[in-house]
């Protein structure tokens, strides 16, 4: 069961630099997801990439297998599986028996597959694939209903009387989220079948001020097919980096951040639309790109918590802008000093405080003359110290060995 407020976790593409070493690039991906599962997190969603050389994972259902069983409460999905690139009663048989070998920590994150390169080296027309994401996730939903069944015919795949093996392990199913940018179709994917959303042009420029417009897009076309959406369904993917101070933050990821966009989005992609000249300074200020100390970052979650309207969970872009060690302690400034306060995990504790310093003089009082007794009754003096603290200089409370 997800906990309160928000639910936070990674989209790890993953974007690691060109040169990196390949197989330690991986393994290292899964041993990050060990660590966010033991510092909270709730989520990994990982890619599934063919090409342009910094998008190294093709297959993120292996690494899903991996990760699991090196943790213990982590949710694991795909970050996203291109459908297109698939035939989806394949698609769904995978991800049924890893929702039984995961005992429900599986998630299927949905797109149209993002890398042009991909789609010519499989022989697939650009143009074509946000329709081919819809038909197959149109019989994924049939597979997964376990009703009766299933035959399908298009120009791409078939399907006659297909049934799933196993019924999900999942009650109905595990969840289901659809990619979207900027563009209105992923919101109307997610509509149609009444599944999540994840964001990804939430941290691109405009993307704040667009939210709204999307989920009502994905709500009005839920209404039109007799679904509903939930904004706990929805999640946000931004560029994120904590440190002590705004511009430790800063220095830290300046470097690879520069060597991402310059070596990945513009020599290898051709910089999509919408990506500015200086990604990095505008970003922060536009707060497209949390980059900063615990509060600057949590001030950034709660301002897109306000342009949109609200939304129920918030993922790391994962990234190599900064060095393992400055990557992995932002990661555990974010758990200890940021995610509580959207989890209604303070609230509690501070009122306990506050409680406890409002009444140290009164009920706690009777406790200094027991002590002050506990002296007495032995024969022996009450220390001077002891009456300092007494008195208010100090805490009542007798250190330990008193």
């Known amino acids: 069961m997800a ?4 639910q936070f976790g990674i989209f790890l593409a993953p974007f690691h630099r ?12 899964i041993e990050m997801i060990e660590l966010l599962d033991r510092l909270g997190y709730d989520e990994a969603w990982i890619g599934e990439h063919h090409s342009a050389g910094w998008e190294t994972i093709a297959s993120p259902e292996l690494i899903i297998a991996a990760a699991a069983e090196r943790t213990k409460h982590i949710r694991l999905g795909s970050g996203v599986t291109s459908l297109p690139y698939h035939h989806p009663f ?9 929702d039984h070998m995961t005992r429900g920590r599986v998630m299927l994150g949905c797109g149209p597959g993002a890398l042009v390169s991909d ?32 035959t399908r015919k298009t120009d791409w795949f078939e399907m006659h009387e297909a049934r799933l093996h196993l019924r999900p392990y999942s009650d109905p199913h595990f969840p289901i ?7 209105p179709a992923g919101p109307a994917t997610a509509g149609r079948h009444g599944v999540g959303i994840l964001s990804l042009g939430a941290g691109m420029p405009g993307g704040p001020s667009a939210l709204p417009g999307q989920w009502r897009i994905a709500e009005e076309e839920a209404q039109k097919h007799g679904k509903t959406m939930n904004r706990r369904d929805w999640r946000m993917v931004m560029n994120v980096h904590v440190a002590e101070t705004d511009e430790i933050a800063l ?43 615990p509060d600057t970052v949590a001030r950034g979650i709660q301002n897109l918590i306000e342009a949109s309207g ?31 306060r959207f989890q209604d995990s303070l609230g509690t504790v501070e009122a306990s405080h506050a409680w406890a310093v409002e009444n140290r003089k009164t009920i706690f009082s009777p406790n200094v003359a027991a002590l002050r ?11 001077e110290s002891f009456d300092a603290r007494a008195s208010g200089a100090r805490d009542i409370t007798p250190a330990a060995g008193e």
């Open 310 to 340: 609200g939304f129920g969970g918030f993922l790391f872009r994962a990234h190599d802008w900064a060095d393992r060690e400055q990557t992995w302690r932002s990661y555990e400034l974010f758990a200890r000093w940021v995610m509580p």
């Open 119 to 150: 789609a010519y080296m499989l022989g697939i027309e650009p143009s074509t694939q946000r329709r081919r994401m819809d038909e197959s996730l149109e019989a994924i939903m049939a597979l997964l209903r376990c009703d009766g069944p299933v």
């Open 251 to 293: 220095e830290q990821v300046r470097i690879g951040e520069r060597a991402e966009t310059v070596t990945y989005f513009e020599d290898a992609l051709g910089r999509p639309p919408g990506r500015s000249q200086d990604p990095l300074t505008d970003g922060v200020k536009a707060g497209t790109t949390l980059v900063g100390s």
């Open 90 to 98: 394949l698609v769904a048989q995978r991800f049924v028996q890893l």
């Open 3 to 6: 906990r309160r407020g928000l």
């Open 18 to 29: 060109l040169g990196d070493n390949p197989t330690l690039a991986i393994s290292r991906d």
């Open 373 to 383: 007794k506990a002296f007495t009754d032995h024969g022996q003096a009450v220390p």
């Open 177 to 183: 989220a659809v990619a979207s940018t900027l563009t």
